[in-house]
């Protein structure tokens, strides 16, 4: 098992073992019999177990275990969150829970007061409050950042605050009272922190083995040469070793104490370093990086100025200061312009009287006091003012601070007697001897009003009382301590031996002897009956209610003034250094002199207002009053030893403490009124098996219930031994609980077995009750298993007879007419289907939709052929008609164009194929467009289909040779023109389309066509009376496929008819009245000539002279068929008159 849960289970035992008795008794109360002797042991028992927690009925007593004990942290806290006191072992956090849990649900402002001596454990404890109180309550983010700055201000006035003791290596050296703040839902929001009179004095001096306030020691731990801060601790000119320090070292040897490692003790963010943790505390109370800065260039100045020394020739004589480095640096880190100034403060005194202004100077100890006086005054200057800035921090807004609900924690510095004792334990002791008088007025009243509030009869119990001692010090009669010592500050020449002997004179008599008479717990040399031997010279003692203290009269009166010589004021008040600045102004405000802030600090102690001792007396009423209103929860300290070490329980220690702390008069107060109460309610809850009548439940009033349970184990409630409260029921003698303890355990033990063999019998029945219940459901579900598998058997036979028995009895009667009707329909519907089936292929199949996409399925249907070709057919025209429609106008012109070509041409022309690629550019010479073109033609309002240079043939009758011509030849939507163009633009050929007959050329690669019109007689005479030509019209040209569509074209669209188009390798042709014949030769690439008997290839020839005109040429005379032509050289072909005409044209063509 880990550690934590051995912990926890330690911690949540049952009140049976809280009630054993093994480790002694949780609560003092049990104890029987009730002394001193028993009460120790018993502390003595439970400390040896570890178990340093006691109750005296609420009271908490802890014993100090100097060791840390794993009885802290997050489990054990969990286990006192969430169970009642009772149930769990005495604790701290059971205080504070109490205090928490009261405080949220009566909405009561509550107190923490701890007390005890010095080391034994109370700051510990404070801690250990505030620490639970944090972990329990609220985790939103503002609520920790909140706790954080509570918890965080712990370290950080520890470290200003707190120092090495005799008797504690962290004795808190100034009194501290806290008040938690809350809302409603139990957030904290922020608190107050109260400091009462720090001992400033524990600056320049401290007893042997002691040492001075951890802070002035902090910057020491950073003097390692990796430590980031060490640039900044030489920047203040600090030396690496704290020895060189004259405040920090004891007076024994001059060497400085052990540094105490405590600071890193005191932070719970340990980050190496003891400055470290400490200046990170600061910054999460709120401090800026240049307040730390400040708070240790103060540190420093007051370091170095301890180390500034005086020396005089006799005591007479005035000091001299023979090394001022020292003294320089310090008004260097205090911001004080002027050294003289703090020259004078600490070797001279001017006193100043209504008459005259005298200037003492000091001799070398008087210069020390003055030095060590100023150090004092800074540093509790500072000291407040970190205590201001700290409030300031965690301060509740005025708006919301009536809505709070608090939580103090009061941790004063403990009562202490050392060898030699001062003021500053006479104020200790006194706040101590006050708080144990709050102590005893508040738990017997309340002790008292709790049987009152119960109704229950009660005897007024006699205890020791602390007033007398309190009276003596404080009054309310005229002559008391503080009056004295106050009347001595205040007039003129007062001093520590008349004091004392005004003392002496007061409390000389001892009136009646009696515990009752103040005067009896005073006493000096000079008081009758005191042997001399027993007291010191100017000593006095008090019988403090912790033991008598004997007092060094020495020093009271100048500690009770608590001011500064005009000089010293003078050196505060030429600082510049924020802090002492802001002190200053703060004092000024406090006292209402902000109207004359310039008078600054020395105007303000002149008044000399109240004597310290005075002023601490008001603030411990106030402080007393306040703790009144609330709730109080105490916790009583005890430590175990002097030697601050582990394990070591001393008798003789603890029982002093006992004694003086009345603990077993607490006790006896607890038990003479009853040792045990408890609300009925939980009474009953834990002892309702002791009788039938409560057991297992009691549903009636919770009184009534306590009383069946008394009943049942015959015990008599009568006024002494059990009282029966309102609420409450009361046990005046311990073994009547233990007694119904035993009972209780003897009958749960029955009541376990019970238990048990009826859990067990109800465990096996139902087991039994389960496995019945299984069974039957298994067999039922297997027998309807069966029963239905044997009906489907048998349901499934007689279907099947049935239906061939229905069948057969059906078929008997349809025989006859199954011909008749069911074959006509079993073919309808299997062509039907066949069909349906075919489509549906046919349309999985479709090619894709190009028109050019030529794949088709195959079609498997014989009679389907058909329509399979139709389908075909329609669904290329549909992909066509898709294609179309997807082109612009001008592309389906010129596809209807293309198309027309192939309908004439393909396979029937060599030509067509290369012409396929070639668009049908149409007007080439952009005739339309040439502003000459109308002037030409006899109906301008013609459109241009075609226009391009061809040759045109014409026969020299005289020469009988053909003659080619160029020619522009236009069509027209009606015409056609031939024109030449020199010498200038000129028709010289034309007709109407209409008079178009045939067309004529070879299926070949040549562009030669003939074109066939019909012209009248008429026409026919002017014509040839203006051309000398007749016949038909021979042109050649390379544009012969687009020539021949465009006129069928035109002419269709102007006829409606198809005209004759003859692709023959031979026809005949009239030319100029005379008719010949054409003949197409085809060879092989190239043009034969002859010439003079020589044959030579030629690669390409030009018929007319202006175009390169590949692959077909007319030449007459290499056609062997060619009679009637003659040769003609080669260069004379572009002249036609020399080519002679019989009645053959031969064209060679490839
Ligand atoms: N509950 C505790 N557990 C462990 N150590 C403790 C506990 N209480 C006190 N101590 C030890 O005793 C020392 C003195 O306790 P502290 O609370 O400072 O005494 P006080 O405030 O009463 O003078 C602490 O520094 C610590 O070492
Ligand atoms: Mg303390």
């Known amino acids: 098992m880990s550690q934590k849960s051995e912990t926890k289970s330690q911690y949540s035992l049952s009140e049976a073992s809280l009630l054993d008795n093994k480790s002694g008794l949780h609560d003092a109360v049990l104890l029987d019999p009730i002394d001193e002797e028993s009460f120790v042991d018993n502390l003595r028992k439970r400390y040896k177990d570890d178990k340093i927690y006691t109750y005296i009925g609420n009271v908490v007593v802890s ?33 504070a829970d109490n205090a928490f849990r009261s405080m949220r649900q009566w909405g009561r402002d509550q107190c923490i007061i701890i007390s005890g001596e010095s080391g034994a454990g109370k700051t510990e404890a404070s801690k250990q409050v505030m620490h639970y109180v944090s972990e329990v309550s609220g985790k939103a983010e503002i609520v920790r950042k909140v706790k954080n700055q509570l918890l965080e201000s712990n370290p950080v006035l520890e470290a200003f605050g707190n120092a090495k003791t005799n008797r504690n290596d962290n004795s808190s050296r100034f009194g501290k009272y806290m008040d938690m703040k809350f809302n409603i839902q139990g957030d904290p929001v922020g608190g107050v922190i109260t400091t009462y009179l720090l001992e ?53 040897n001059r060497s400085a104490v052990a540094p105490i490692n405590i600071l890193n003790k005191l932070s719970r963010s340990d980050q190496g370093g003891n400055f470290n943790a400490l200046t990170n505390s600061m910054k999460s109370c709120g401090f ?63 006193i100043v009287t209504s008459a005259e202004r005298v200037v003492k100077k000091f001799n070398a100890d008087q210069s020390n006091d003055a030095r060590n006086a100023l150090s004092k005054e800074i540093y509790s200057m500072m000291f ?113 031996s008349l004091f004392l002997n005004s003392m002496n004179d007061a409390f000389r008599l001892n009136k009646g002897g009696d515990s009752g008479d103040m005067n009896v717990n005073y006493n000096s040399r000079d008081k009758s009956g005191v042997s001399v031997k027993e007291f010191p010279d100017g000593a006095f003692s008090i019988n403090h209610y912790a033991g008598k203290v004997i007092y060094q009269v020495n ?52 008044k000399l207002v109240t004597c310290s001792g005075t002023k601490f007396k008001a603030s411990m009423h106030e402080l007393l009053s306040s703790l009144k209103l609330k709730n109080p929860h105490y916790v009583r300290c005890i430590n175990p030893n002097a030697t601050k070490s ?76 059990i009282a029966l409260g309102t609420t409450k029921i009361f046990l005046n003698d311990p073994q009547t609980l233990f007694k119904m303890e035993k009972l209780r355990r003897e009958r749960m033990d029955e009541l376990v077995v019970v238990i048990q063999s009826r859990w067990r019998c109800f465990f096996a029945r139902k087991q039994y009750r389960l496995k019945r219940a299984a069974v039957t459901i298994i067999a039922a579900h297997f027998k309807a298993y069966s029963a239905r598998k044997q009906y489907l058997a048998v349901r499934n036979a007689t279907m099947t007879i049935q239906k061939y028995e229905r069948g057969r009895a059906v078929r008997k009667v349809w025989r006859k007419k199954f011909r008749r009707y069911a074959i006509p329909v079993i073919c309808r519907f299997m062509w039907n289907y066949t069909v349906y089936k075919y489509l549906t292929g046919v349309a999985s199949e479709c090619p894709s939709m190009s028109p050019l996409d030529n794949k088709w399925p195959e079609c498997e249907i014989e009679s389907l052929e058909s329509a399979h070709g139709q389908i075909r057919v329609l669904d290329h025209q549909y992909r066509c008609k898709i ?69 045109k043939f014409s026969r020299n009758d005289a020469k009988k040779v053909l003659q080619g011509q160029n020619r522009i030849m236009v069509i027209t939507s009606n015409h056609v023109y031939f024109l030449d163009t020199k010498p200038r633009p000129s028709v010289k050929e034309s007709f109407p389309l209409f008079n178009l007959r045939s067309i004529s050329c070879s299926p070949y690669n040549d562009g030669v066509l003939v074109m066939r019109t019909v012209t009248r007689a008429k026409e026919r005479k002017s014509y040839l009376k203006r051309n000398r030509e007749l016949g038909d019209i021979l042109i050649s040209t390379e544009h012969l496929i687009e020539i021949i569509t465009k006129l069928h074209m035109e002419f269709t669209m102007l006829t409606r008819m198809k005209i004759p188009i003859e692709i023959l390798p031979s026809f005949a042709v009239n030319l100029s009245d005379k008719q010949l014949q054409m003949r197409f030769e085809r060879r092989q690439h190239s043009l034969l000539v ?61």
């Open 883 to 951: 294609y179309r429609d997807n082109k612009s106008e001008d592309e389906r012109r010129v596809l209807g164009e293309k198309a027309t070509a192939s309908l004439i041409f393909k396979g029937r022309k060599t030509m067509y194929a290369a012409s396929v690629g070639e668009p049908f550019l149409g007007d080439h010479l952009a005739m339309a467009v040439n502003p000459g073109w109308p002037e030409l033609t006899n109906s301008p309002n013609a459109v241009v289909k075609f226009s391009e240079y061809v040759s």
């Open 646 to 721: 582990p394990r070591n329980f001393v008798d003789e220690t603890v029982t002093a403490q006992v004694r003086y702390l009345g603990l077993v008069e607490n006790v006896q107060v607890r038990r003479a009124g009853f040792a045990y109460r408890q609300k009925y309610e939980a009474f009953v809850q834990r002892y309702r098996m002791l009788s039938s009548h409560t057991w297992p439940k009691w549903k009636g009033a919770p009184k009534d219930g306590a009383v069946r349970i008394l009943k049942a184990v015959h015990l008599q409630t009568g006024e002494r031994e």
């Open 555 to 606: 020093g009271f009166v100048e500690k009770n003034k608590d001011t500064l010589y005009i000089d010293l004021e003078d050196a505060i008040d030429s600082s510049r250094h924020f802090i002492l600045r802001q002190c200053v102004q703060f004092k000024q405000k406090l006292e209402g002199s902000e109207a004359r802030p310039a008078q600054g600090y020395r105007h303000l102690s002149s």
């Open 63 to 95: 014993v100090n275990p100097y060791r840390k004990l794993p009885i802290y942290g997050e489990d054990v806290l969990r286990t006192y969150a969430e169970r009642e006191d009772f149930e769990v072992e005495p604790h701290i956090y059971a205080i």
């Open 200 to 252: 400033k004095s524990r600056v320049v001096e401290v007893a042997d083995g002691e040492a001075t306030f951890h802070a002035l020691h902090s910057p020491f731990s950073a003097c390692v040469k990796h430590s980031p801060f060490y640039p900044f601790i030489k920047n203040l000119g600090l030396e690496d070793d704290p020895s060189a320090y004259h405040i920090l070292c004891s007076l024994e």
């Open 1090 to 1150: 002859e010439d003079d008997g020589i044959q030579t290839t030629v690669p390409s020839a030009e018929l007319n002279g202006h175009q390169d005109y590949q692959g077909h040429v007319i030449d007459p005379r290499q056609s062997p068929l060619n009679e009637s032509l003659e040769r003609i050289p080669e260069e004379q072909l572009e002249s036609p008159e020399i080519t002679k005409v019989k009645n053959t044209i031969t064209v060679i063509t490839s």
């Open 288 to 350: 800026t990086d240049r307040e730390i800065e400040g708070v240790f260039e103060l540190i420093a100045a007051i370091l170095k100025l301890g180390n500034v020394k005086f020396y005089s020739e006799d005591s007479d004589s005035p000091a001299v200061i023979k090394d001022f480095r020292e003294m320089k640096q310090v008004c260097g880190l205090l911001q004080m312009d002027d050294l003289e100034v703090l020259r004078n403060a600490i070797t001279k005194r001017t």
């Open 384 to 496: 407040h003012w970190i205590v201001r800035k700290i409030n300031n921090t965690i301060n509740v807004s005025s708006e919301i601070v009536s809505d709070c609900y608090s939580i103090g924690v009061l941790d004063i510095y403990g009562f202490e007697i050392f060898k030699e004792n001062n003021f500053e334990q006479f104020i200790i002791n006194y706040c101590n001897e006050k708080l144990q008088q709050l102590f005893v007025q508040l738990t017997l009243k309340e002790e008292q009003a709790e049987y009152l509030a119960e109704g229950i009869k009660w005897k007024q119990i006699e205890y020791s009382d602390n007033t007398p001692v309190c009276n003596l010090i404080e009054g309310p009669q005229r002559f008391n301590i503080l009056n004295m010592l106050e009347e001595q500050c205040r007039f003129g020449g007062g001093n520590d």
